[in-house]
């Protein structure tokens, strides 16, 4: 159940990344609403999560699936360049994310 939270927590982070760039700064009042509501699930499911995964496992999975989510989300909604580089960069994060589960996670 840890993992299923951490994975839900990681995607919470993808969400408000994603809100907090269409909050303006936060000078848009529902982006800038559905940022903070996203970002406090997302630490509560990370710290829920962190009961029984270690430190070293869950926080880097939780970052590395907010980072390889939130290129997607830059690429497939927002136009951004999905270059060579970016991807061999999301190639790595995957990489070390399944070595990081394999490693020491419950």
Known sequence: MAWVLLLVA???EVAWAFFMKQSAGF????????????????????AV?????PLGVAYPVW????????????AA???????????VAVLLIAGGLALMTASGGH
């Open 49 to 53: 999560s962190m009961r029984t995964l």
């Open 63 to 74: 970052t590395g699936v907010g980072a390889l989510g939130a290129v997607a989300v830059g």
């Open 77 to 87: 909604a927002m136009g951004e360049p999905l270059t060579a580089a970016r991807v």
């Open 27 to 46: 000078t848009r009042l529902w982006p800038s609403v559905i940022t903070l509501v996203t970002m406090v699930a997302s630490f509560g499911l990370l």
């Open 10 to 12: 990681g995607l919470l």
